[in-house]
């Protein structure tokens, strides 16, 4: 809903929008939801998508222009295009990391990210529920690679990051 007020406002000021929302079908998530059940993934996925998303943003008239399952081969098929064209520019390589992880918030946490429960075990700070410590192989970029460039490029633009302030008024 916040996108979609976002989109409609940008619209609004006449600004060029295309809003595209969909579902992220991959994690931990949808993995043990749809093993509690019974079901596959993929179907658990189908069912959430066609029975509670769809109908919910077409009661809310939610304005996206495209809705996409990263399950769907227009983005799998991109995906694999793009980490294939950084995996031959040498931009990626394989590692690994542990570290605890919040299945809710779907990503890893740093120790300033968690709180302690009465008897110690770590907790989401957002969720109040225990982490897991979790190790996994993965591909990872070589921002480190980039880093002078990026600094020196926003010491010499300042509002790269970040939107240009509006000039100001007068009182």
């Given amino acids: ?50 029975e509670s998303w769809k109908p919910l943003w077409s009661h809310l008239a939610i304005s996206n222009d495209d809705f996409i399952r990263t399950t769907e081969r227009r983005h799998t098929d991109r995906v694999q295009e793009f980490v294939q064209d950084l995996h031959d520019k040498g931009e990626i390589y394989k590692g690994g990391y542990e570290g605890p992880y919040c299945v809710y918030c779907e990503e890893y946490k740093l120790p300033g990210e968690l709180i ?13 529920r225990p982490v897991e410590l979790l190790k996994e192989e993965n591909y990872f970029f ?6 002078d460039r990026l600094l020196a490029h926003y010491d010499a633009h300042p509002d790269f990051i970040q939107p240009p302030r509006p000039p100001a008024t007068r009182s």
């Fill in 1 to 50: 809903m916040a996108a979609d007020v976002l989109a409609r406002w940008h619209r609004r000021r006449g600004e060029d929008v295309w809003f595209l929302t969909g579902t992220d079908e991959h994690g931990q998530k949808i993995l043990r939801t749809a093993e509690a059940h019974g079901v596959p993934p993929q179907e658990w996925a189908d069912r959430l998508v066609e």
């Fill in 116 to 128: 302690a429960a009465e008897d110690g075990t770590p907790l989401c700070a957002i969720h109040h």
């Fill in 142 to 147: 070589r921002l480190s690679e980039y880093g």
